[in-house]
């Protein structure tokens, strides 16, 4: 692997767009160095642009991501970071399953609506299809 990377290769390898990449930046949640007008990202940027990209997914925010990324740089022996974060993988697990079971709640009810719409139809001899 590279000891770095153009903006373009990780917005290729990511499936973003260099604009992101660049917003990321404004957030100052990476930190290319500059070979004259060309941004040059590290090793340790494309890692960090990783995490970031994972954090999103997960459904952190930014400011959160943006939190555990500097408790590295603030603690190396990465144990703080390691308790923020458990902590804040439990509260969005938790945000989750409520999330869940609302989504369960509603399905439910969906299905008694069509159930009741489907007995409508079949008493006025109507096809639900048609």
Known sequence: MPDTFTITQLAEEFSITPR????????????????????V????DRARLKLILRGKRLGFSLAEIKEFL?????DRTQVEQLRQLRSAVTERMEQLQGQLS????TLDELRDIEAQVLAALAVKGVDAAG
Request: aromatic content about 16%.
């Open 20 to 39: 992101a990449i660049r917003f990321y930046e404004d957030q100052h949640l990476i930190k290319p160095a500059r070979e004259g007008m060309n941004r």
């Open 41 to 44: 990202y590290s090793y340790r």
């Open 70 to 74: 500097d408790l590295y740089e603030a």
């Open 102 to 105: 609302d989504l369960m709640v």
